[in-house]
């Protein structure tokens, strides 16, 4: 009878104990590598953001510009405003007064004003004007200003209607609160066109901060997009812990 032919005893080659040390090794590393890495973008995603709200803060020099409050208020606000616009008139009427009672006057915050006089003429007109009161007769005139030309803006005021903010017009309103020897002085200062440096400063903010229309609000650099007072008082809240490094 014919043997079956007997088939090698061959055995499986044995796996080396090393290579399964060094692919555990290897998938250890890149599991770290990549934790590592994800770690990393989410460290730099929160520093871009703090870093590009920092160059939002400092993109606003407030030197040199009119403002309510007290010097050590911990929070400022800028609000960019148009004196022909009927809603900055609106906001002037309505909501600034209680910014002005519960967070002015209680040395929460700096108020600040700025222009974009996007409208017309007589938006760059009544700003320049503005800013020539600043520079002559100081803050406390600007701000009665300010107050007086939105008080006599216009209640059916049309946007492509020019010439009734008109350099007599400026003339007379500062006479409602100004010496004659001081509405000279500013008539003189906007008439050789002085307060246009002021002017364009005002308008690089508008530029880098991409302000898009009036009123504008910013709190400490960063533009507030809340809807009511509540969430304008959180948002100041807020910027004062954030200032104080009480996060």
């Given at each position: ?159 492509e209607k020019v010439d009734l ?72 809240k807020k910027a004062a812990k ?6």
């Amino acid at each position: 009878m014919a043997k079956s032919k007997k088939k090698p005893n061959k055995k499986p080659p044995k796996k080396s104990t090393m290579s399964s040390n060094q692919s555990s090794k290897w998938i250890f590393w890149v599991i770290g590598i990549f934790s590592v890495c994800v770690l990393g973008l989410i460290f730099l995603g929160n520093f871009s953001g703090k870093e590009k709200e920092q160059e939002q803060e400092a993109a606003i020099n407030y030197e040199n510009q009119p403002y309510l409050g007290e010097e050590s208020a911990p929070v400022q606000i800028v609000e960019f405003g148009d004196y022909k616009c009927p809603v900055c008139k609106d906001f002037n009427e309505s909501f600034f007064p209680q910014i002005e009672k519960e967070l002015i006057e209680t040395g929460k915050v700096k108020f600040y004003f700025m222009n974009d006089p996007f409208i017309n003429v007589d938006s760059e007109r009544s700003a320049l004007f503005a800013e020539a009161v600043y520079q002559e007769l100081g803050n406390d005139a600007f701000w009665k200003f300010h107050e007086r030309l939105y008080e006599k803006q216009p209640e059916d005021v049309k946007y492509e209607k020019v010439d009734l903010y008109t350099p007599s017009f400026l003339e007379s309103t500062l006479k409602e609160i100004a010496s004659e020897g001081e509405v000279s002085k500013v008539v003189k200062a906007f008439e050789e066109n002085n307060a246009k440096n002021a002017l364009d400063q005002d308008l690089s903010y508008v530029e880098k901060l991409g302000v898009t229309g009036t009123p504008t609000l910013f709190i400490n650099g960063k533009q507030f997009e809340g809807r009511t007072f509540d969430d304008f008082k959180e948002m100041v809240k807020k910027a004062a812990k954030e200032k104080s490094g009480d996060e």
